[in-house]
T-cell receptor, first 108, second 114 residues
Framework: AQRVTQPEKLLSVFKGAPVELKCNYSYSGSPELFWYVQYSRQRLQLLLR??SRESIKGFTADLNKGETSFHLKKPFAQEEDSAMYYC??????????FGGGTRLMVKP | EAGVAQSPRYKIIEKRQSVAFWCNPI?????LYWYQQILGQGPKLLIQFQNNGVVDDSQLPKDRFSAERLKGVDSTLKIQPAKLEDSAVYLC????????????FGSGTRLTVV
């Protein structure tokens, strides 16, 4: 069975500090992993996917198959980064399994 | 392009009543999903449609939940009868058939069962 774990419910940092939101997964196949974000009063939206190896809004995430992790990182947090972040795993049937989410609060 | 439309935005019902939610996906998106998000948790998949056929409904509580997508476009999710633990946000999402993981979500329907 596939599972996604986000160990931190809440992460609070000051503006300009580095941010790392943790995500661990368990899956027997070849994983496809994603980060979704939900800003206040907005819809859940795709932030980035591991296959793209892209940086979106300064965020990056590297898939580490050895540690079964897909942590989301940003070197310098901004106040507008405050939101709920969900890590998600896509199975072969194109169905996403989401983690429990981490609320990021960036303080001024 | 227009986004995924859901209605109603909010619904309050008493336990044992029935309720229905509606979703209109992005035009051309063959795959449609219903997710349940309980407060403080991540979204949990209830059912996946490919056009008008069910791909996976293994996590749908079929004794009280039902869903249909008769013409392969819009979809309805029904709960009958509702229980207190059904209080949640019900999210609809759609994706292109070949687009793995890149879902577009609707705003959701917040259901409160009292």
């Amino acid at each position: 069975a596939q599972r996604v774990t986000q160990p931190e419910k809440l992460l609070s940092v000051f503006k300009g500090a580095p941010v790392e939101l943790k995500c661990n997964y368990s899956y027997s196949g070849s994983p496809e992993l994603f980060w979704y974000v939900q800003y206040s009063r907005q819809r859940l939206q795709l932030l980035l996917r591991h296959i793209s190896r892209e940086s979106i809004k300064g965020f990056t995430a590297d898939l580490n198959k050895g540690e079964t992790s897909f942590h989301l990182k940003k070197p310098f947090a901004q106040e507008e980064d405050s939101a709920m972040y969900y890590c998600a795993l896509n199975n072969a049937g194109n169905m996403l399994t989401f983690g429990g989410g981490t609320r990021l609060m960036v303080k001024p | 392009e227009a986004g995924v439309a859901q209605s109603p935005r909010y619904k309050i019902i008493e336990k044992r009543q029935s309720v229905a939610f509606w979703c209109n996906p992005i035009s051309g998106h063959a795959t449609l999903y219903w997710y349940q998000q309980i407060l403080g948790q991540g979204p949990k998949l209830l059912i996946q449609f490919q056009n008008n056929g069910v791909v996976d409904d293994s996590q749908l509580p079929k004794d009280r939940f039902s869903a249909e997508r008769l013409k392969g476009v819009d979809s309805t999710l029904k709960i009958q009868p509702a229980k207190l633990e059904d209080s949640a946000v019900y999210l609809c999402a759609s994706s292109l058939e070949a687009q793995t993981g890149g879902y577009t979500f609707g705003s959701g329907t917040r259901l409160t069962v009292v």
